[in-house]
């Protein structure tokens, strides 16, 4: 699903040639040569990625095999030297992250991590508004999902923690990649409270149980002293915006809201007269609303997030410049929905203490 969504995207980046696809489901390539035969790629299928990587040498890999895979799949691929983008979680296993990580620390090539919810025009707005210092130095950030469960996979492999890194790592390892990415800071303790409540409870695969979680409450301390929580719930596909993000700092409130694309502003409220007016003149909540292009949002389901992210993987290329999401920013999201699965397991806090800086290691 998610290759496909690439590929729908990849159709929209000028100088970009979609050359080959490489899956081991006949059932997926079938419907890979359906949409390529559709956009009018012209496409070699391969079974396997070794396959293709033989017979094939592509300037660029994009990696979205599912998630307790990526660590085989990309060893092959960074020994051709080709440019790699790797989907979210960058690792399943946080040792094996961070051994990516390493290897990628001294990669030749451009090594990107698709941690794209930076990406969706909203909350690319929002974070630079939050940025620009509008809300002041931010002391609350709050993200809530709201949404449906996980959708069917080949072999349905996410439904167990093995091959996900347990949903905090598969679903969330987005958020907590925005948490740090909005407060420009490292966190350092995590406390979380979560179960499987609801979802996938009546299914059986090879007679057990599937063992995802489906809703918690995640709370991140920052090392400056800002407190980050996630608010998920997979149960509730009934929800008018599925994501809401917002920042609260001395100055005021920023948030965003998706699908609507709303970002409001409410500064503090100032004192307020006898007839209820303020008498120091600031004015109440404004909401500023950002488009997203609709050939973008068309082509995948993440609000136009996928093409601006594959936008700025290929001047990256192109141009030659340092990847915007880096193998440290993977390893760090994989390492905090680790600790959040941890704290769940343990009903206690964990602290965070990355162990990601290389120098000097062989």
């Not at 390493?102 to 990107?112: D, I, L």
């Not at 690319?124 to 950030?141: N, P, S």
């Not at 490292?186 to 007679?207: C, I, K, T």
């Not at 500023?288 to 050939?295: F, I, K, L």
């Amino acid at each position: 699903m998610m290759g496909r969504e690439h590929m729908a995207n990849l159709a929209l980046i000028d100088g970009a040639d979609l050359v080959a696809i490489a899956d081991p489901d006949a059932g997926s390539r079938g419907a890979a040569q359906a949409l390529a035969e559709k956009l009018g790629q012209h496409v070699s299928l391969f079974e396997s990625s070794e396959e293709l990587l033989s017979k094939d040498r592509p300037d660029a890999v994009i990696i979205a095999s599912p998630n307790h895979t990526h660590s085989d799949v990309v060893k092959p691929v960074m020994e051709t030297g080709a440019a790699i983008l790797l989907e979210k979680p960058m690792c399943t296993d946080v040792e094996d992250a961070k051994s990516l990580a390493k290897a990628a620390r001294h990669y030749a090539n451009t090594f990107w991590v698709g941690l794209e919810y930076r990406y969706m025009p909203p909350v690319t707005r929002f974070i630079e508004r939050v940025h620009a210092g509008e809300a002041g130095d931010i002391k609350m950030l709050a993200i809530r999902e709201h949404r449906f469960p996980f959708l069917e996979k080949v072999g349905d492999w996410n439904r167990f923690n093995r091959n996900t890194g347990g949903t905090l790592v598969e679903k969330c390892c987005h958020f907590f990649d925005l948490m740090r990415h909005i407060l420009r800071d490292e966190p350092v303790r995590v406390f979380a409270s979560g179960a499987q409540d609801v979802n996938h409870l009546d299914e059986q695969y090879d007679g057990e149980t599937p063992d995802i979680i489906d809703n918690a409450f995640v709370t991140i301390d920052f090392e400056r002293g800002a407190r980050a929580m996630l608010d998920l719930c997979m149960f509730a596909e009934g929800s008018e915006q599925q994501e809401e993000i917002s920042a609260v700092g001395p100055m005021g409130k920023l948030e965003v809201k998706l699908p609507q694309g709303g970002i409001i502003w409410a500064p503090r409220a100032g004192q307020v007269d006898d007839a209820g007016q303020r008498i120091d003149g600031r004015p109440g909540s404004e909401i500023e609303t950002v488009d997203t292009p609709a050939d973008a949002l068309a082509a995948g389901s993440h609000h136009g997030a996928t093409y601006f992210q594959q936008r700025d993987f290929h001047d990256c290329l192109v141009n030659g410049k340092p990847p915007l999401i880096t193998d440290q920013d993977g390893y760090r999201s994989v390492l905090m929905g680790a600790a959040a699965q941890q704290s769940i397991a343990i009903g206690q806090p964990v602290d965070i203490i990355f162990d990601d800086h290389f120098e000097g290691e062989d």
